[in-house]
């Protein structure tokens, strides 16, 4: 075993056991989570509307939709206008709306009613990228898939200090495929994400309350600066 994947795998257990003693309130990917391990269709939706909004907001607008609109024959049978009506909180709504209508022509018009389970067919859907394709394998089918947002991008490279030269997502994405066993993969994002949404925040990190505190590379180096100006 490398050292990076040792130090990883020590960090990694810190995080998971932080992550059982999170509330919804703390670390709002636990709601996301639930919502989208209830039915394919409400995973795609939900994922396709949290791009640039916080998860509190997207849950409470996905929500809102799925109830008036549970299915991709319902969703179909709206127009993008009243689709916009209630997504509009969001941002980029009129963008999104169009996708999730789309999206939903496309599931009952070449899938038969049902969100596919392989990266290449996800990732044709408009609205749908790595990230989101990653998501909805590892979360919904329980399929090995790493899904890179930005709180799993800056814990890595930033404050842990792997991959420091990455140039994107999918380095950081083939890093951690590299580096830890397949049966972690698909629980990775949601450990990372809670952790960035509570403790490691991306503009304020809560070191003083984090377990990591001692070992971690961006926290010693803060206090190295703080050490040499005093
Ligand atoms: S010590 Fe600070 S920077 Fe390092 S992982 Fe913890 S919160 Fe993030």
Redesign the pocket.
Known sequence: MSNSSERLLKYLSLIEKLYDALGEEEAPVKLMHRIKRRDPFHALITAMLSPRSKDEQTYKVAMKLLNVAPTPYHIRDMSVEEIEEIIKPLGFYRQKARNIKLAAERIINEYDGEVPDKFEELIKFRGVGRKIANIILSTVYEKPAIAVDTHVYR?IKD??KFVEDAKGPKDIEDFLMKNLPMDMWNKVNRWLVAFGQS??KPLK???EV?P??DD?P??SSKRQAVGGTG
Request: proline share 7%; with cysteine; aromatic share 14%.
């Open positions: 814990i404050r842990w403790i490691c990190p809560r070191c984090c990591l505190s971690c961006y926290h």
